[in-house]
């Protein structure tokens, strides 16, 4: 896993939820092209983490080989779905499947630095907590953790894959009118998704934004 | 093969219709359905791309590129409405 900060001439500023397509092009000319989520808040720097993937195209230069001034393509600040602005209101829950988790940093920090009053909940849910992104700073939001995997001695979090009894836990009820983000992979989403609408979500309230398990789009 | 969303395809279409498309109304021709592009499921994994109907599956958005040269191929939609851009 690998933070990366970018420098990107003319950038005119992001929105909380978009992405850029970080392109690499092999010398042969051959193209390979990913999408990342920015996980910093608009009027801060472009930032993007980068999960390493086994067999991965582009993430393996971009946890390994890239160094400080190094030059990449890129394009965006993609994306006027999955975003938040303080105005769109709340209550706010989130729910981040895997690396996935930038997005919603992305939409915590703006939240805090506008010193809007929404109020917000995440739901995390990871393999192990070595596999946790932005944990120290995510200690100061309200934030339930799933561990998956495997789980440390002494854990007093959830322990299972997300199911429509935890939503009931963890989620706004529907009547406070909260809206709703979810992203990681496709199965994530979909369960997430379907979850919250059992539980009295409108459809239009939840916003998703899928990732292929393998990192692959 | 794993569906994605319209949101995995937000830069190719930036660069197809020089503009953010993910919030764009798109209307199914085989059921009717309507909703944000963002919405529509997204097969990546072909030689091209393909975009179906979250409802009926339809196929509603073809995206070829062929050398330097994107081929769109917009048949299965009824309709595409875009949002004004705030």
Not at chain 1, 47 to 68: A, D
Request: glycine share 12%.
């Amino acid at each position: 896993m690998r933070t990366l900060e970018l420098e990107i001439p003319d950038w005119p500023g992001h929105v909380a939820g978009q992405h850029v397509d970080v392109r690499l092009t092999a010398e042969d000319g051959y193209r390979a092209e990913r999408a990342y989520s920015l996980a910093s808040a608009p009027g801060e720097p472009a930032v993007i983490t980068v999960e390493r993937l086994e067999n991965g195209e582009v993430s393996p230069y971009l946890t390994q080989n890239v160094r400080p001034g190094d030059a990449f393509e890129i394009r965006g600040p993609i994306g006027g779905y999955f975003v938040w602005r303080p105005d769109d209101g709340g209550p706010l829950f989130l729910a981040a499947g895997g690396s996935r988790i930038a997005p919603m940093r992305a939409i915590l920090r703006h939240r805090r630095n506008s010193m809007s009053e929404v109020k917000a909940r995440l739901l995390y849910s990871s393999r192990t907590l070595e596999d946790v992104i932005y944990r120290e700073e995510l200690e100061g939001e309200e934030v339930f953790h799933t561990l998956t995997r495997a789980q440390p001695p002494g854990w007093t979090g959830y322990s299972r894959r997300v199911d429509v009894d935890l939503l009931r836990e963890v989620a706004w009820p529907p009547e406070h009118g909260p809206l709703a983000f979810v992203c990681g992979p496709t199965s994530f989403v979909e369960s997430v998704a379907a979850g919250l609408v059992e539980i009295g979500y409108p459809p239009g309230r939840i916003k998703t934004e899928r990732f292929g398990a393998t990192g692959g789009r | 093969m794993e569906a994605l969303d319209g949101n995995a395809i937000g830069g190719t279409l930036y660069d197809v219709f020089g503009r953010e498309m993910t919030m764009a109304q798109a209307e199914c021709g085989g059921c009717g359905a309507r909703g944000p592009v963002a919405e529509c499921e997204v097969y990546l994994g072909g030689p091209g791309v393909v975009v179906r109907c979250r409802v009926c599956h339809s196929i509603v958005i073809v995206l070829v590129q062929v050398r330097e040269m994107m081929c769109i191929d917009c048949g299965g939609l009824s309709d595409l409405e875009l949002p004004t851009w705030r």
